[in-house]
Each structure stands twice: as structure tokens, then as C-alpha cells.
């Protein structure tokens, strides 16, 4: 039973995010089994959550401060979109962007100061839904309950055929075009993808595996079932079999997973920090735009969780409950921080920065002087020795007064010593 699962995406950025949250999820449910006892996948799903938005705890408190500094950048900013209101030409819009980039780096934030959090989520959301659609690839306790019923397949006669069999029956779940069943750790990515029927037909199928069948798929509830829902399906499917077989209580708790959804986010949205505007039509519609997007992302999130495994709405719920608790502590820490403080601490953050930068470029440039200087007469490095020149010029044009021993003054003695030796 080596190799990978199919169901272990290797897309870039997202199957690496997927990996990595799986290791994560492994741990989680090696722990709880091993110390607690507990051994359920929708109890793992609620601690990585809590984990992952620990993690990105940081970016929450940068997005805030951003959000305050907006608010006390508004006024400024205002006074410029005024100033070039009614001018539309090149000069004028360059140097409406430079007089604001200036506004910006008097608090000391960046323009996409708020946009990290969100560009960091939308992998991980992916991530998240790739790991719940193949635990079995990222959990190995979880494959091994499948080991025994997958060997007992593999050296039954017509195990094979009857897995095909199924799979052209439910091409949704199994395709055989899709799935080569001579593979073992294959038939583990289907069989995890199996409904209660599903179940009945292979039992049916196999009558001589039926004790083993019916072990593993008890086995495989108590691990993916989560509040009597099955994780790996979808609340809609839920809802459906559940009305067929008269289950009210699947029914009723496959609803609240999408309506739980709907409303956490709509919290969530309504306990971040808005940025203020000013009241220009341009600023209105942006407000409005938001305002829709504040209530559209909610109702948009209960659709999806209607059609999405019922572990990624376990997953959505409980990361909106998250991010609002965080919101409200690092609202009640950024109240108790006056602005002019804050401000300070963003200028002192950014001079670190570029002071880091500087220091960088400049031992870049002494690292080139004395090496190109030890090498003038090798004529491999005319090019590269044409670079430095050019680039050492700069620097002694801007510092034309530069103090004896500085850097600027260091630059222009070894253009002088190249011209020289020219």
C-alpha cells in the first residue's frame, strides 16, 4: 500500500499549501487518537482552522492598522483628489500618485497594506477543500482503516470488475475512465468517496467481503461523520437522502450548515473596520459597492456550502468565528494605541526597512569596487566594469559633497583611479 492518491492535487502554490496543511491535519488526528481518544476528522477540521488563523494572527493586526491608518489618511488624501479633480493629463495624474504615495509614507504604510491577507486566504481555502475531498491522502490512520477490505478486493475474484462496475453506475464519484482499479491506493480514493448506497451495491457485489464491508464502513462513519452529518457530502446531498429516508434530524442539521455559514460571515464582515470616504460620487459608489459586497459574500457563502463537502462549511464556519474574535481583541488593543503613536511606530518600522535597503546597495557597491578595481586590466570584465562605472557615477553625483571617508567620497576616488589607469 505505497505511493499517493490521486486525490493529492499538484497544482502550484495550492498543492504545496494542500501538503502542508495535511501534515498539519495528520498531526492533529494522531494526537487526538493517540491522548484523547478521539478519533474524527470534523474535530480535526475545527482545530487546523484555529491553527491556520493563529498563524495568520499577524496579517489580521497588520489589516487593521491599515484600516485606522485610512482613516486618519482620508483627510489628506481628500485635499489631493480635490487639488487634480477636474485634470486629466499624464503630468497631472503623475503627480497626483506622487503627492499620495508621499501621504503614504508620511504614516509609513504601503497602498496594499490591506490586500495580504485576503491574496493569502483564497490558497488556503483551496487547500483546505483539496484536503477534505482526499483525506485518506493526507491522514495516514485514516487510509489504514481502509487497507483490509482493499486487500480482501485485490485477491477476490471479480473485486476488480465489481469496483468497476460500481464506478460506471456513479461516474460522478468513481469513473472508471478516471480510475484504474488494479491500483490499490485508488481504490482507497474511491471507496472514500462512497455513499451509503454505494456501500449496499459493493456489499451486493461482494457478498463474500460482506462482514469486512460492513466493519469498514463502520469504521469510516465514526471518523468522517461529524454531528451525524458525512463530512465528505455535500449538505444538498445530505438533505435529499435524508427526506427520502424520512431522517428530519440529518435534514434539519444539513440546513444549519449553510444558514450557520451565512451568518458567521455576515458577522465577520460587519466587525471589520470600514475605511472612511470622502463623499466624492467616485467614494459613493465604492461605499456602495461594498456595502453589496458585505451582503452578497454571506448569501454567496451559503450556496456554496450547500453544493461543497459538508467539512469545507465545518471549515468556513468555524474560520468566521475565528476572525471575528480576532477582529475584536486587536480592535480593543489598536483603541488603546493613540495614532500619533502608531504612526510613529510605522515610520520607525519603514526607516528600519529602508535604512536595511541601504545598507544592502552599499556594500553591493564597495563588494564591486574592490573586486572590478583588483581586476582592471582583465578585459573578460570590460562589461561588467563599465556597470560599476556607470553605477558609482550616480552615487558620486548624488552625494557631490560627500564627506571624506563616506561612501560617495570612497566611489569617487576609484572612478578617479580607473580613469587613471585608462
Not at 462482514?211 to 465528505?232: A, P, Q, R
Not at 435524508?242 to 431522517?247: H, K, P, R, S
Not at 515610520?347 to 573586486?371: F, G, P, V, Y
Amino acid at each position: 500500500m505505497t505511493g499517493i492518491l490521486m486525490t493529492q492535487v499538484s497544482t502550484p502554490i495550492i498543492g504545496q499549501a494542500a501538503w502542508l496543511l495535511g501534515k498539519i491535519m495528520d498531526i492533529i488526528y494522531r494526537v487526538l487518537s493517540g491522548v484523547f481518544g478521539i478519533e474524527n476528522v470534523g474535530v480535526c477540521i475545527i482545530i487546523l482552522t484555529i491553527v491556520v488563523y493563529s498563524l495568520l494572527y499577524p496579517l489580521t493586526v497588520k489589516q487593521q492598522k491599515f484600516s485606522k491608518m485610512s482613516a486618519a489618511m482620508s483627510p489628506e488624501i481628500k485635499k489631493i483628489q480635490k487639488k487634480y479633480q477636474n485634470k486629466r493629463d499624464n503630468e497631472s495624474m503623475q503627480k497626483m500618485q506622487e503627492e499620495t504615495q508621499l501621504v503614504y509614507e508620511k504614516y509609513g504604510v504601503s497602498p496594499t497594506g490591506g490586500c495580504l491577507s485576503m491574496f493569502i486566504q483564497l490558497p488556503i481555502l483551496y487547500a483546505v477543500w483539496y484536503v477534505i475531498r482526499g483525506i485518506p491522502a493526507y491522514i495516514g490512520q485514516v487510509k489504514e482503516i481502509y487497507t483490509p477490505l482493499v486487500e480482501g478486493i485485490l485477491s477476490s475474484t471479480g473485486g476488480q470488475a465489481a469496483m468497476e462496475a460500481i464506478g460506471a453506475a456513479k461516474p460522478v464519484l468513481m469513473s472508471p475512465e478516471k480510475y484504474d482499479y488494479s491500483n490499490a491506493n485508488i481504490i482507497i480514493d474511491a471507496l472514500y468517496k462512497f455513499e451509503t448506497s454505494t456501500w449496499d451495491a459493493l456489499r451486493e457485489a461482494l457478498p463474500s467481503l460482506g462482514g469486512l464491508i460492513s466493519t469498514t464502513m463502520e469504521n469510516v462513519k465514526d471518523v468522517t461523520y461529524f454531528l451525524g452529518l458525512n463530512i465528505i457530502d455535500s449538505p444538498a446531498t445530505l438533505i435529499k437522502s435524508g427526506l427520502t429516508a424520512g431522517a428530519w434530524g440529518i435534514v434539519i442539521m444539513a440546513l444549519l450548515i449553510p444558514i450557520l455559514s451565512g451568518i458567521t460571515q455576515f458577522i465577520s464582515v460587519k466587525v471589520m473596520p470600514q475605511n472612511d470616504t470622502n463623499g466624492t460620487q467616485t467614494d459613493a459608489q465604492v461605499a456602495a459597492t461594498m456595502k453589496t459586497m458585505n451582503y452578497t459574500m454571506p448569501l454567496l457563502s451559503v450556496f456554496m456550502c450547500f453544493t461543497l463537502p459538508t467539512g469545507l462549511g465545518i471549515y468556513w464556519i468555524t474560520s468566521a468565528v475565528v476572525r471575528t474574535v480576532q477582529q475584536k481583541i486587536v480592535s480593543k488593543q489598536l483603541s488603546k494605541i493613540d495614532m500619533d503613536e502608531l504612526v510613529k511606530q510605522n515610520l520607525e518600522k519603514a526607516e528600519a526597512k529602508r535604512a536595511k535597503k541601504k545598507a544592502t546597495d552599499s556594500r553591493e557597491i564597495n563588494n564591486m569596487a574592490h573586486t572590478k578595481t583588483k581586476n582592471i586590466n582583465n578585459p573578460k570584465s570590460k562589461v561588467e566594469q563599465q556597470a560599476l562605472e556607470e553605477k558609482i557615477e550616480k552615487v558620486r553625483k548624488q552625494n557631490a559633497n560627500a564627506k571624506e571617508g563616506s561612501l560617495a567620497s570612497k566611489a569617487d576616488l576609484v572612478r578617479k583611479f580607473n580613469d587613471g589607469n585608462k
